[in-house]
């Protein structure tokens, strides 16, 4: 497999990897905190909430029905969930200040999660798909800025363009004249 394969690049992937792997936090609760947005755990029992939702506004229709709608939105939430803390490293990465960070990380997570809960009831015949996913928005607007926060307080990352200007060095050879 070549390096083309991947969609960024060596240097963009290491510094991922890193933000992944090393919080640059001492606190040991934001530790805690991190571990546990990042866990596949702490993914499937956020999940179950909104499963147990899914079953709950889908029962009229027909309790096969409900319970399948709720199994997929567990599955699909859990999955996400955890996969979406990745992806907002990932385009928290790319910023080069924190602000822009976080506005990428918070547009991708909430593109992605939606783009694939939707589909995802579609494909299962939800028959209410924007009530079924209504009681999420906004406590996964919260996760989504709450977890892009968190990226901006365990991530050195500069808080301006000047400053990143500053901290950036810059090898073009028309520098000094």
Request: with cysteine; proline share 5%.
């Amino acid at each position: 497999m070549g390096s083309s394969s991947c969609p960024c690049s060596t240097a963009q992937w290491s510094r991922v990897q890193r933000m992944k792997s090393a919080p640059t936090t001492t606190s040991p609760r934001m530790r805690k905190l991190r571990w546990l947005t990042d866990s596949l755990g702490g993914a499937a029992l956020g999940a179950m909430v909104y499963a147990i939702w899914a079953v709950c506004v889908n029962w009229h229709a027909s309790p096969t029905l409900a319970i399948r709608s709720g199994l997929t939105h567990w599955v699909i939430s859990t999955a996400l969930t955890y996969c979406d803390a990745a992806n907002m490293r990932y385009f928290f990465s790319l910023g080069r200040t924190r602000l822009e960070g976080m506005a990428l990380a918070l547009c991708a997570g909430l593109t992605l999660t939606y783009s694939v809960l939707i589909t995802a009831h579609l494909i299962v015949g939800t028959p209410h798909i924007a009530l079924t996913l209504a009681v999420g928005v906004i406590p996964n607007i919260v996760y989504c800025v709450g977890y892009t926060l968190l990226l901006s307080r365990t991530t050195h990352k500069p808080n301006s363009r000047l400053e990143a200007r500053a901290t950036r060095k810059d090898t073009s050879p028309s520098e000094g004249i």
